[in-house]
């Protein structure tokens, strides 16, 4: 499968790396040239500079017949707005997209984009680990319909 990430930080790159070491192609999106460096010299996949939402670098991307696309610069709104353009606009079936902000995260679930928010997430986490807790939730789906139990 083609899949398109969006944002080659220090998450966008090790997703990147792991997708095509398992075998499927990637194009990464960047507005900084530099950040490419993040891939390593062994990375084969596309190497795109520009905004995630732009549509020609979404088409350069390989978007049209991407089957995945990954969101996760640093920026919820570019997040937001690029998950909705490679799903709204181009019909990518499987989107998502990282949100800092968790009341952002919920109104983006509520619009079926799925979303990681990342600091309840390591929040919680973190105070599992800190307290020893031996019943805790591990994972909660931010509209609060699913929850997952570590016992």
Partial sequence: MHVVVMGCGRVGSAIARRLEEVGHSVAVIDQDPEAFRRLGPDFA???????????????????????????????????????????????????????????????????????????????????????SVKVSEMWREPTGQVLLMRV
């Fill in 45 to 131: 996949g596309r190497q795109v500079t520009g905004l995630g939402f732009d549509r020609q670098t979404l088409l350069d991307a390989g978007i049209d017949s991407a089957g995945a696309f990954a969101a996760v610069s640093s920026g919820d709104n570019s997040n937001i707005i690029s998950a909705r353009v490679a799903r709204e606009t181009f019909g990518v079936q499987h989107v998502v997209a990282r949100i800092y902000d968790e009341k952002r995260a919920e109104v983006y679930e509520r619009m079926g984009i799925p979303s990681v928010a990342t600091v309840p997430w390591t929040v919680n986490r973190l105070i599992r680990e800190l307290l």
